[in-house]
């Protein structure tokens, strides 16, 4: 059997192609060359399974789809406290060139021009290796693959830069930068002429999704409090002056960039990439809205829709022993705040004594902080009860900080072979 995703993802861009509304950006006079007619579709799930379809193979300039990623880097180089302190998290409702500071002088948030600015002098950099390069090699990491500079959409850009020039000195004449606003607004530039097709891009927001882990390599690429920091912002302000309509109609995090793609990350989903260049009034493609707002729809993705997850936690719970005196409770899916409540609440019913309880974590993907807590605050009160308990945690989910004081319930080894070994259990 063929899995028909990518049947389905075919039948979405055909259905959008009839639209022929909007213009392409012509204020960089290289993107006014763009082929209107081209269209591209890309989804990549957390575990890196990458479907497209169209012209997916297609390079085209990443824009303002860079900004949420060279915000990442700039929170992963010097902390949130300190990249808060130059650029804010409010929604602008202006348009993303406005020239023009929040009340307490600072960019609104860095999903505009003068943020994504300011974002760009926090990027790392040494005299070898510019910030710009710093971020086309760290897009390349996420990406999969090396990326290049467009020097002609660059250079074209570079050419008509006057309003980012304008933000650039504004920003210098309140000290938000403390350089040459020239050459960070260069930098920004060619920070926005990377090239990339849907593929990348599915790829760089599939490791949002996946909470900056990298499935393919199982490398951490971004921290996740970083990434979540990232993805509220991009919910907010990603979608220029548009985003709560974007927010109501998809409700998926997401950013456009001018020369016509749209890349959303769906967390613990999947990350999606669309390119075609005719913009609409806010600067979004018109084709990229309708296929969001159609793939929202049709596949339940967005946001506020909430997962069925909490009934899940619970894979099954059986006796085991030579006097049935061993309780298994295998797990299964995310053990956040609803899980663990509801897993609490089936141990409670466990009659005191001094059973042997095991708690499997084998089968869960993730365990967020929350979870760990109540699960050892459960372990500790089935202990009190005079329970003997397991925690199974095999394929080590549990980071050293969860596990901390708690060592002496977990194990290491998977349940069949540690319930072998208890003979007497088995
Ligand atoms: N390089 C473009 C600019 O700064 C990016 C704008 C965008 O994609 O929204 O004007």
């Not at 409010?90 to 348009?95: D, H, L, N």
């Not at 990339?196 to 909470?211: S, Y």
């Not at 339940?300 to 619970?314: C, D, F, K, N, V």
Request: aromatic share 6%; glycine share 8%.
């Amino acid at each position: 059997m063929q899995t028909p995703v990518p049947d389905y993802l075919q039948h979405v861009l055909q259905a959008c192609q009839s639209n022929a509304q909007g213009a392409v950006a012509d204020y960089i006079p290289e993107l006014a060359h763009a082929d209107h007619e081209r269209l591209a579709l890309a989804l990549c799930t957390i575990d890196s399974t990458l479907y497209s379809t169209g012209d997916d193979q297609l390079a085209f300039t990443i824009q303002s789809m860079s900004k949420p990623f060279a915000y990442a880097l700039a929170l992963e180089t010097h902390g949130l406290n300190s990249v808060l302190s130059k650029v804010g998290v409010e929604p602008s409702g202006e348009a993303f060139n406005q020239i023009s500071l929040g009340q307490d002088n600072l960019p609104k948030n860095p999903m505009i021009n003068s943020g994504a600015i300011t974002t760009h002098s926090l990027l790392p950099y040494k005299k070898t290796v510019s910030r710009a390069e710093h971020l086309r090699r760290f897009l390349s990491t996420l990406a999969g693959r090396e990326l290049q500079f467009d020097e002609r959409v660059y250079e074209s850009e570079l050419k008509t830069a006057f309003r980012n020039r304008s933000i650039g000195y504004m920003l210098r004449t309140v000290g938000v930068l403390d350089e040459d606003p020239e050459s960070i607004v260069d930098g920004y530039i060619r920070q926005c002429a990377i090239q990339v097709t849907v593929q990348d891009l599915a790829r760089m927001a599939g490791v949002l999704a996946n909470g900056g882990l990298c499935a393919g390599t199982g490398q951490r690429l971004l921290e996740r409090a970083v990434v979540r920091q990232v993805l509220s912002v991009m919910m907010s302000c990603g979608m220029y002056d548009a985003a709560g309509d974007w927010l109501t109609t998809v409700g998926i995090p997401a950013k456009s960039g001018v020369a016509g793609g749209i890349i959303g990350v769906l967390p613990g989903q999947v990350g999606i990439a669309v390119f075609s260049p005719k913009l609409d009034e806010h600067g979004n493609s018109v084709r990229g809205v309708h296929i969001f707002e159609r793939l929202s729809k049709d596949m339940g993705l967005h946001l506020m829709e909430g997962t069925p997850s909490a009934q899940t936690i619970l894979q099954s719970r059986y006796t085991v022993g030579k006097n049935n005196d061993v309780v298994v409770y295998e797990l299964r899916g995310v053990l956040q705040f609803t899980e663990s409540e509801m897993l609490l609440r089936s141990l409670q019913d466990e009659p005191t004594g001094t059973n042997r309880i095991i708690l499997d974590l084998t089968n869960l993907t993730l365990v967020h902080d929350v979870g760990a807590r109540m699960l050892f605050e459960g372990v500790k009160r089935l202990k009190a009860d005079g329970h003997q308990v397991v925690v199974i945690d095999s394929e080590r989910l549990l980071s050293d900080t969860q596990s901390k004081g708690h060592k002496r319930s977990i194990v290491h080894t998977p349940l069949d072979v540690y319930l072998e070994r208890f003979a007497s259990v088995k």
